[in-house]
């Protein structure tokens, strides 16, 4: 949206707009663009290691703690870079018997005091940004690899193109550890459902389950985009509903796991959405306290 649109929904001055469409920038909410901004997850940007580790953090726990669930005693699994498969991989560290192999160091360190936990890690090229192995010494070490699942994350999922990531050689590394599992696990927050970036990792129809939490009320892009998902018989597990998850075909989790199957969000109401939200705000910002209110604004968008 421009800005002189965004200024004339909330009924307040360009001047004013800017100065909090930059305050969302730096929370990650946003990119700005010449006169506008745009949602966050363009085809070509990709946030830093400590911009994504303060962004939906909560979802990310609940993820991991759900995501937990599907690895079982002795297994051999791979898990790809990433802030939630760092999560993932803190709550691994009680599985005994478990063999990891990661291109991470962030996951490799999350498991170096396991006894219990074999982590074997890729060669490769460090990428600093995301802290993890990548090129062709990555890819080359995982030739000849086969585990029972892969855990990776990503920069967007659609329905139509699958997971996708910002980064060439990230992208790379990724489609090699989907070479060597027998099932595909997607771990990813509502914010990336929808988004489609530049490079394709995992297409729709190798995606064995996704595992992500529930979409705010009002975020109809999130709930259709899950909705298309399941419909291509992808599996969905969902933190944070009732009984942990949302089964969609195929077969459920390992028996000795106590879940129930629940309902994939459906059609969602239209919610007060961005306009109320920052027309309350710029309602507020006619009082004393200009730097407060603003702040108390931006806030409100945050959170919505």
Do not use: C, W
């Not at 297409?203 to 996704?210: Q, Y």
């Amino acid at each position: 949206m421009s800005l002189r649109e965004l200024a004339r929904v909330v009924q307040t001055s360009e001047v004013t707009v800017r100065r909090d469409v930059r305050a969302l920038e730096a929370e990650g909410l946003l990119d700005r663009r010449h006169g506008g901004a745009v949602l966050p997850g363009g085809f070509t940007r990709e946030s830093g290691f400590p911009q994504k580790s303060h962004l939906a953090t909560a979802e990310k726990t609940a993820i991991a703690d759900l995501a937990a669930n599907f690895v079982e005693e002795g297994e051999a699994i791979v898990v790809g870079a990433g802030t939630t498969t760092q999560e993932l991989a803190r709550r691994l560290a009680r599985v005994p018997g478990l063999t990891v192999v990661t291109n991470s160091l962030l996951v490799a360190q999350a498991l170096a005091h396991a006894n219990r936990v074999e982590v074997v890690m890729t060669g490769g090229t460090l990428r600093g940004s995301n802290y993890a192995l990548v090129g062709s010494g990555a890819e080359q070490s995982l030739q000849g690899l086969r585990v029972s699942r892969a855990f990776l994350s990503g920069s967007g999922l659609t329905a139509e193109r699958g997971l996708s990531t910002s980064n060439m050689l990230s992208a790379s590394v990724d489609r090699a550890l989907v070479q060597a599992a027998a099932e595909v696990v997607v771990l990813a927050d509502h914010t990336k459902l929808g988004t489609d970036t530049m490079f394709q990792t995992v297409p729709t129809d190798l995606i064995t389950r996704l595992v992500t939490d529930e979409p705010p009320a009002h975020d109809d892009r999130a709930a259709t985009e899950l909705q298309a998902l399941a419909d291509q018989g992808v599996q969905i597990a969902v933190a944070g509903a009732p009984g942990g998850s949302a089964g969609a075909g195929g077969e459920g989790p390992p028996p000795d796991r106590r879940r129930r199957d629940v309902a994939l969000p459906g059609p969602r109401r239209q919610g007060p959405g961005l306009r109320t939200a920052v027309a309350l705000g710029a309602a507020a910002e006619q009082g004393p306290g200009q730097g407060a209110e603003r702040a108390a604004r931006v806030a409100d968008l945050r959170r919505r």
